[in-house]
């Protein structure tokens, strides 16, 4: 997706999910720039979203991320987003989550 982008991935238990975004984000940018694969020098947006899932979700999961593409011509991110929030019981501030 052009504006976003789903990851699932496992994450050690000696690492926080911050010290894994902030790797993540470091290195791929780097490596986005370092290879020109964008017109204009790419940047991650400060924040980012972290969920859990459970092993008997994993299949279910992986097929949703790399399916992306078609779903997001029927829901946008932002509509998504705010509907996993809510489902889920995640007060949050409108101001803050897609700013």
Same mark, same amino acid.
């Given at each position: ?11 050690? *238990? *000696? !690492?926080?999910? #911050?010290?894994?975004? !902030?790797?993540? $984000? ?5 490596? &986005?720039?370092?290879?020109? &694969? *964008? +017109?204009? +020098? ?13 092993? %008997?979700?994993?299949?279910?999961? +992986?097929?949703?991320? &790399? ?6 011509? $029927? ?7 705010? %509907?996993? &929030?809510? #489902?889920?019981?995640? +007060? ?8």
């Amino acid at each position: 997706m052009d504006d976003h982008a789903h990851i699932l991935l496992s994450i050690p *238990t *000696t !690492q926080t999910i #911050a010290q894994v975004m !902030q790797t993540l $984000k470091a290195y791929s940018s780097k490596w &986005l720039n370092e290879e020109h &694969l *964008t +017109r204009e +020098r790419f940047g991650w947006q400060e924040g980012y979203a972290a969920f859990s899932i459970s092993q %008997s979700n994993l299949d279910t999961v +992986r097929a949703y991320v &790399l399916n992306q593409p078609e779903h997001h011509r $029927k829901h946008s991110f932002e509509d998504e987003f705010v %509907s996993l &929030l809510v #489902a889920h019981g995640i +007060r949050y501030d409108e101001q803050y989550v897609l700013g």
